[in-house]
């Protein structure tokens, strides 16, 4: 089995379901439902690769503060190692609320630890202790953000594979990723994050500029599928029609998946992303990042049912 450790944020998420109206300003809007759950990109596709049979570890921040200890308990609970995660007093562990109404899901996050959360003092010793690198969501983390090309050097040199997903840059302006394209295993983007970085006006486009700089992105187009180059040709991998519950963090479902399916269960590239779009459907039909819970059984039966096999 393949350790794994998955860098990035490590905050709550507070899910409000089912909102009768979108927020309207100086008004109170009504959910059916709230929970206090994991949030962050890292920590939910760590907890949907353990929930898959997985070895991984996380290396995060947190504050002192019960929103910290929460995730350190809940992250506990799915088998993630956590002894890689830093504590601080000076701010709060980070929070997103979600306001879901519909399909639509708006998020408010308060940074946080997200924000202070650098990566000075990882070295070699921390690094070749695992099998992959994963980097989550770098765009909210200012302070680690400038550290990452030196991981990936690290990883390069001691033969580590790794993978990156940006999550959406707010300035546009993707700071670093024309360093990390050339160092990464795989890259996974959303849509909006290939066109916005590649400047391109089609997925097509945005996957035909992106060959040429990395190893190999995987384009998340929704309901439409995954786009990615097999071979010498570019496919879109179908996605799975379900009942959409709450979008949030399917795509880290996917990521989880797919490096499960590559690092452990030996999947070619196209069965990998075909096994990553079943977790991330099924995470869809549940509320929250992680509450899918989906072993490899899970995905499997989901697959079956759909008539794949």
Request: net charge negative; aromatic share 8%; charged share 20%.
């Amino acid at each position: 089995m393949k350790r794994v450790l998955m860098f990035g944020d490590v905050n709550v998420d507070i899910m409000m379901g089912g909102m009768e109206s979108l927020p309207v300003p100086d008004r109170e809007t009504i959910c059916e439902t709230y929970e206090l759950t994991v949030g962050s990109s890292a920590a939910i596709c760590a907890c949907n690769y353990a929930s898959l049979g997985g070895d991984v570890s996380i290396l995060g921040l947190t504050g002192q503060d019960e929103n910290g200890e929460f995730m350190l308990r809940k992250m506990r609970t799915f088998g993630i190692n956590v002894d890689l995660v830093r504590r601080t007093s000076e701010v709060g562990t980070g929070v997103t609320v979600n306001l879901i109404h519909g399909n639509n899901r708006t998020q408010v996050t308060y940074p946080g630890t997200i924000a202070a959360f650098e990566g000075a003092s990882i070295d070699s010793s921390i690094v070749n202790e695992f099998d992959h690198l994963h980097f989550a969501g770098p765009y909210l983390q200012t302070k680690f953000r400038p550290h990452i090309t030196r991981l990936l050097d690290l990883a390069s040199e001691a033969g580590i594979s790794t993978s990156l997903d940006p999550q959406w840059d707010v300035t546009e302006c993707w700071e670093f990723m024309e360093e990390w394209l050339p160092r990464l295993t795989y890259l996974f983007l959303n849509r909006d994050e290939a066109l916005s970085m590649s400047k391109a006006s089609s997925p097509e486009e945005s996957i035909r500029w992106l060959d040429v700089k990395t190893a190999c992105a995987l384009v998340k187009l929704g309901s439409e599928g995954v786009m990615v180059r097999v071979e010498t040709a570019v496919k879109v991998v179908s996605a799975f029609s379900v009942e959409v519950v709450d979008t949030t963090g399917a795509g880290d479902a996917f990521d989880a998946a797919f490096l499960l399916g590559v690092l452990d269960k030996g999947m070619e590239l196209e069965e990998a992303v075909r096994f990553a779009n079943a977790a991330g459907a099924r995470s869809c039909t549940f509320i929250g990042g992680v509450n899918a819970r989906s072993s490899v059984d899970d995905v499997s039966a989901f697959l079956a049912a759909q008539g794949e096999e």
